[in-house]
């Protein structure tokens, strides 16, 4: 069973940055690709963002991408969103997720673990 903490969110103006993290325990961080998805009110969860097993390959929304980083850092168990640029419309809470088999997926249903979220709002 593997569980997933994410820190990092709050309240900024648009323009501005943060940087997301989510600590994994309770399993090996390596045997999972992961993923940020986001929820905001009255929407469905979306995909954000995916890193490999290893980091070697990522992937992002067309919305975010060139805005937002994903990274991971497998000796602290530890996966990062670097959110730049933030829009209004990123305001959402955000999740990350762990995969066993499939990197990048955009489909939540793929993922197996999932953390509790945090909030990010960006105003405007």
């Known amino acids: 069973q593997v569980q997933l903490v994410e820190s990092g969110g709050g309240l900024v103006q648009a323009g501005g940055s943060l940087r997301l993290s989510c600590a994994a325990s309770g399993g090996t961080f390596s045997d999972y690709a992961m993923g940020w998805f986001r929820q905001a009110p009255g929407k469905e969860r979306e995909f954000v963002a995916g890193i490999s097993w290893t980091g070697s390959s990522t992937y992002y929304a067309d919305s975010v991408r060139g805005r937002f980083t994903i990274s991971r850092d497998n000796a602290k168990n530890t996966v990062y969103l670097q959110m730049n640029n933030l829009k209004p419309e990123d305001t959402a809470a955000y999740y990350c997720?762990?995969?066993?088999?499939?990197?990048?997926?955009?489909?939540?249903?793929?993922?197996?673990?999932w953390g509790q979220g945090t909030q990010v709002t960006v105003s405007s």
């Open positions: 997720a762990a995969d066993r088999y499939y990197a990048g997926a955009h489909e939540a249903s793929e993922y197996d673990y």
